[in-house]
């Protein structure tokens, strides 16, 4: 893919849209004054983010692409970017006219700040564009009243106040998407159950293979892209639903096996932990003795 169109600043994606810059390092871009006649189809591939950024989509017809599959965008979505994110532009609607809004934002503008270190929080980055978050009547209305405050700093000019009430707006969006996303995992419970279950026969069918051998232990990416979920999306659903990490769950299911393996007493302890796809055997010891409280070897002797 060679069309790639790098947004490096906020000011790359304000161009592209033909759109004031009021800040160098952040912006909300309000599609309804986005001047239409200059806007076409988009004739790159695919964007690279280098910075942040959330859309709020309120048409249909707007296609990206995840892994080789095209995702339509539906109306009143959320859909986040990270710094370094790849998005494939897929076919746009002949008649699609963009509705909604873009807030764009620098890492470069929470140095120093409280939000800095935050960030890892909000895994909704690096979920992939089918896993947006599908907003309420009532939750688009405090979206939009947040990006409200942070246009109305945007608009008055530059003073000691204006890095920290900007950054805290958007600290407090954030926060609302968090919100937002764990009602979304229980409004889709039943097909989060769905996902789980599915999770749950494939990690059995993976202990009870050869694959452990061939490719190591079961990692969470492994069964994120099987079910064609993006890790952190999927680590997140695993979490609300069982109240552990997706890794938590996959060593608790590796030590299930693991004990019943200790019982043959025709295999040595590092027999059984290379089956298992540990490289090293002191590893596999560490590892069962923190979870069951005795030493392989001190299991198969006293049970």
Same mark, same amino acid.
């Given at each position: 893919?060679? $069309?790639?169109?790098? &947004?490096?600043?906020?000011?790359?994606? !304000?161009?592209?849209?033909?759109?004031?810059?009021?800040?160098?390092?952040?912006? &909300?871009?309000?599609?309804?004054?986005?001047?239409?006649?200059?806007?076409?189809?988009?004739?790159?591939?695919?964007?690279?983010?280098? !910075?942040?950024?959330?859309?709020?989509?309120?048409?249909?017809? !707007?296609?990206?692409? @995840?892994? /080789?599959?095209?995702?339509?965008?539906?109306? /009143?979505?959320? *859909?986040?970017? /990270?710094?370094?994110?790849?998005?494939?532009?897929?076919?746009?609607?002949?008649?699609?006219?963009?509705?909604?809004?873009?807030?764009?934002?620098?890492?470069? +503008?929470?140095?120093?700040?409280?939000?800095?270190?935050?960030?890892?929080?909000?895994?909704?980055?690096?979920?992939?564009?089918?896993?947006?978050?599908?907003?309420?009547?009532?939750?688009?209305?405090?979206?939009?009243?947040?990006?409200?405050?942070?246009?109305?700093?945007?608009?008055? $000019?530059?003073?000691?106040?204006?890095?920290?009430? &900007?950054?805290? $707006?958007?600290?407090?969006?954030?926060?609302? !998407?968090?919100?937002?996303?764990?009602?979304?995992? +229980?409004?889709?419970?039943?097909?989060?159950?769905?996902?789980?279950?599915?999770?749950?026969?494939?990690?059995?069918?993976? +202990?009870?293979?050869?694959?452990?051998?061939?490719? /190591?232990?079961?990692?969470?990416?492994?069964?994120?892209?099987?079910?064609?979920?993006?890790?952190?999306?999927?680590?997140?659903? *695993?979490?609300?639903?069982?109240?552990?990490?997706?890794?938590? @769950?996959?060593?608790?299911?590796?030590?299930?096996?693991?004990?019943?393996?200790?019982?043959?007493?025709?295999?040595? *302890?590092?027999?059984?932990?290379?089956?298992?796809?540990?490289?090293?055997?002191?590893?596999?010891?560490?590892?069962?003795?923190?979870?069951?409280?005795?030493?392989?070897?001190?299991?198969?002797?006293?049970?």
């Amino acid at each position: 893919m060679n $069309n790639i169109l790098e &947004i490096k600043a906020v000011s790359d994606y !304000c161009k592209l849209r033909h759109y004031e810059v009021l800040h160098p390092l952040v912006s &909300i871009v309000d599609f309804d004054k986005v001047d239409l006649t200059k806007y076409t189809n988009e004739p790159y591939e695919a964007f690279r983010y280098h !910075c942040y950024a959330v859309f709020l989509k309120d048409a249909k017809g !707007c296609k990206l692409q @995840y892994g /080789g599959k095209d995702y339509d965008y539906d109306e /009143g979505t959320l *859909v986040f970017m /990270g710094p370094g994110q790849l998005v494939e532009l897929g076919d746009y609607d002949p008649d699609y006219v963009p509705k909604g809004y873009a807030l764009l934002f620098h890492p470069d +503008l929470l140095l120093g700040t409280e939000l800095a270190k935050k960030m890892h929080q909000y895994n909704f980055f690096s979920y992939s564009t089918h896993e947006a978050l599908h907003l309420s009547t009532k939750e688009r209305k405090v979206i939009l009243s947040v990006l409200d405050k942070i246009q109305f700093e945007l608009e008055q $000019n530059l003073d000691k106040h204006s890095k920290k009430l &900007i950054v805290a $707006n958007i600290e407090l969006f954030l926060d609302y !998407c968090l919100r937002f996303y764990d009602r979304q995992f +229980l409004t889709r419970e039943v097909v989060n159950q769905g996902s789980l279950k599915k999770f749950d026969v494939l990690l059995n069918e993976y +202990l009870s293979s050869e694959k452990p051998k061939t490719h /190591g232990l079961p990692s969470v990416r492994y069964f994120a892209d099987k079910l064609h979920l993006s890790p952190n999306y999927f680590g997140d659903l *695993v979490k609300k639903e069982t109240e552990k990490s997706a890794q938590e @769950y996959i060593q608790t299911k590796l030590i299930e096996v693991a004990k019943e393996k200790v019982f043959d007493h025709s295999k040595s *302890v590092s027999e059984i932990a290379y089956e298992l796809g540990f490289k090293y055997p002191q590893h596999f010891s560490r590892l069962f003795k923190k979870r069951v409280g005795q030493s392989p070897k001190d299991f198969r002797m006293l049970n």
